[in-house]
């Protein structure tokens, strides 16, 4: 008897030590060997190229061995944090228009900046500069994909992008998108003094209720929580948009109004279509009019 007893709780510390790491690891990086500054893939009938080039990873975009044209530029950033880790960044801007507003973006919790950064590229038709980086471990990032030092270099970067000089005399807002989202909450909480608004898309409220979500009844008893944001956004007091698809299948739209309803006023929801975290790229022009509209 004392043997099945013991088999039992073995196999629930078993279940619950693998649910934990399930449930706590939950950013997927995609990491760059610094030795490795090709990539090559197919756009349809295109053959497309990436070569990256300079120690500060500076990204060269090619459509069948031509340069790739467009009408934004990109400028790379290879520098240390707080942390003593180095981040690859990346700041996109038009090649025609004078920024108005600067945005330090937070993307998603796949992928890295050779893919992330097309979900912003939009927002420069409407005088926007974007800047956006890699968490540890993506991309060109040094160091371990864990969500606090994801946290931890959100902040860093941060204080990073405000002092840069293309940044310095503009509007800063924060925009963070699904995972990005749930990071770029406490950053924009504990720097309000330093912008204008935040936007937040396809986020959920907190990491125990997407574990919950996940894995019903035991994902609540594992996680570990790094902030909870229901109080960072009653300690936020600038304007916030909150958009959402009701078609995410990632992330549920309840999960965006339960934000909403949790933020201060000025707020505002923006129900969308579209699959998750595509907003920019299908409603660039309203998203645009309604943060001018947030932050003026």
């Known amino acids: ?79 240390k944090t707080e942390s003593g880790r180095k981040i690859n960044g990346w700041l996109l801007k038009s090649k025609t228009e004078k920024p108005k507003v600067s945005v330090f973006a937070l993307h998603g919790n796949s992928g890295n900046l050779k893919s992330q950064y097309q979900h912003f590229t939009e927002l420069t038709k409407y005088g926007f500069q974007i800047f956006l980086f890699d968490y540890p471990g993506f991309g060109y990032s040094e160091g371990k994909s864990t969500r606090e030092n994801a946290v931890e270099d959100s902040f860093s970067v941060f204080e990073y992008f405000k002092n840069l000089e293309e940044i310095k005399n503009t509007s800063k807002i924060i925009y963070g998108q699904s995972i990005g989202g749930n990071f770029s909450i406490p950053v924009a909480a504990q720097n309000q003094d330093d912008i204008e608004g935040l936007v937040i898309e396809g986020t959920f409220t907190n990491f125990k209720d997407i574990a ?67 907003g920019i790229s299908y409603y660039g022009k309203e998203i645009s009019e309604k943060i001018y509209k947030m932050i003026q």
């Open 1 to 79: 008897m004392m043997n099945k007893h013991f088999k039992i709780l073995f196999g629930l510390i078993f279940l619950l030590s693998l649910l934990n790491c399930q449930v706590n690891n939950v950013l997927i990086p995609t990491r760059n060997s610094t030795d490795i500054r090709k990539f090559n893939w197919k756009e349809g009938n295109d053959a497309m190229k990436l070569e990256i080039t300079g120690e500060n990873m500076q990204p060269n975009f090619f459509k069948n061995e031509d340069s790739l044209q467009r009408d934004f530029l990109i400028k790379s950033y290879y520098f």
């Open 212 to 278: 919950k979500r996940k894995v019903p009844l035991l994902g609540n008893l594992v996680i570990k929580d790094n902030y909870d944001n229901r109080s960072n956004l009653k300690n936020f007091k600038k304007p916030i948009l909150i958009v959402h698809s009701k078609e995410d299948k990632t992330i549920p739209i309840e999960m965006g109004k339960q934000l909403y309803e949790n933020a201060n006023e000025p707020k505002e929801f923006f129900e969308i279509d579209q699959p998750h975290i595509t």
